[in-house]
C-alpha cells in the first residue's frame, strides 16, 4: 500500500529556520511535490523532487531521499506571511498524487 | 489573467438536490483533477481526466460524476447530494506528459455544504 506522512503542526519564530518533514511508503515512486496552501486560499506549487538531493530555490530548500522514503521542507529567514499549511504529495507508479494532510506552519514574532 | 476558474465559490444544498460545479482553465493543459479538501485528511481525487473526451476515477469517485467535453472545462456533478460530501472541492490542472505529471494548478475552491 501506500502511505504518506508529515506532522499536524510545527510552530517557529520569524527570522529563524525550520524544516517540515515528510516520510512515505509506496511500491512505485515518480517523483515528490511540495505545495503551500494559505488558510482559505488554494495550494500552490514549491518545489519536486525526483532524484536524491538537495533542490534550493530562495528562502525554500526540498530534500528527497527515495532510500529512505523521505523528503524534507527547509525554509529559512521566516517571515510571517509563511504562515501555512504545507503539503507533501509523491507521484506514485500510475503517475497519481498521493497527498499528505498537510502540516499547519504557524509563524511568531 | 490565465489560470483556472471554478463557481460557485460557496454553495449551500439541500440533501437530495442535484448540483454542478464548474471548472475552466485557459492553459490549454491535457490533464485536469477534482479533489476534496476535508480538515485533518490530505487532497483526495475524486476524479481525473488525462485528454479531451477521457475520464477516470480517483480515489472518491461515489456520488459524483464529471465530463470532459472539450479541453477546458471539466464540470463535476453530484446528482443526489448527501451531508457527507460537505467539503472544500479543488478543481487543478497540469501539463502532464509521458512520465510527468507536471505542476498542478489549482482552481480557488468552492466550498459545499449538504444540509
Known amino acids: 500500500g501506500q502511505n504518506i506522512d508529515q506532522p499536524t503542526e510545527m510552530t517557529a519564530t520569524e527570522g529563524a529556520i525550520v524544516q517540515i518533514n515528510c516520510t512515505y511508503q509506496?511500491?512505485?515512486?515518480?517523483?515528490l511535490f511540495w505545495y503551500q496552501q494559505h488558510a482559505g486560499e488554494a495550494p500552490t506549487f514549491l518545489s519536486y523532487?525526483?532524484l536524491d538531493g538537495l533542490e534550493e530555490k530562495g528562502r525554500f530548500s526540498s530534500f528527497l531521499s527515495r532510500s529512505k522514503g523521505y523528503s524534507y521542507l527547509l525554509l529559512k529567514e521566516l517571515q510571517m506571511k509563511d504562515s501555512a499549511s504545507y503539503l507533501c504529495a509523491l507521484v506514485d507508479s500510475n503517475y497519481q498524487l498521493i497527498w499528505g494532510a498537510g502540516t499547519k506552519l504557524i509563524i511568531k514574532p | 489573467i490565465a489560470g483556472i476558474t471554478q463557481a460557485p465559490t460557496s454553495q449551500i444544498l439541500a440533501a437530495g438536490r442535484r448540483m454542478t460545479l464548474r471548472c475552466t482553465q485557459d492553459?490549454?493543459?491535457?490533464?485536469m483533477y477534482w479533489y476534496r479538501q476535508d480538515l485533518g485528511l490530505g487532497l483526495r481525487l475524486i476524479h481525473y481526466?488525462?485528454?479531451?473526451?477521457?475520464?477516470g476515477k480517483g480515489e472518491v469517485p461515489d456520488g459524483y460524476s464529471v465530463s470532459r467535453a472539450n479541453t477546458d472545462d471539466f464540470p463535476l456533478t453530484l446528482a443526489s447530494a448527501v451531508p457527507s460530501q460537505t467539503s472544500v472541492y479543488f478543481c487543478?490542472?497540469?501539463?502532464?506528459?509521458?512520465?510527468?505529471?507536471?505542476?498542478?494548478?489549482f482552481g480557488e475552491g468552492s466550498r459545499l455544504t449538504v444540509l
Open positions: 481526466s488525462n485528454t479531451a473526451g477521457t475520464t
Open positions: 523532487n525526483v
Open positions: 509506496t511500491s512505485g515512486f515518480n517523483g
Open positions: 492553459m490549454r493543459h491535457n490533464a
Open positions: 487543478a490542472s497540469s501539463d502532464a506528459r509521458e512520465g510527468n505529471t507536471g505542476e498542478l494548478f
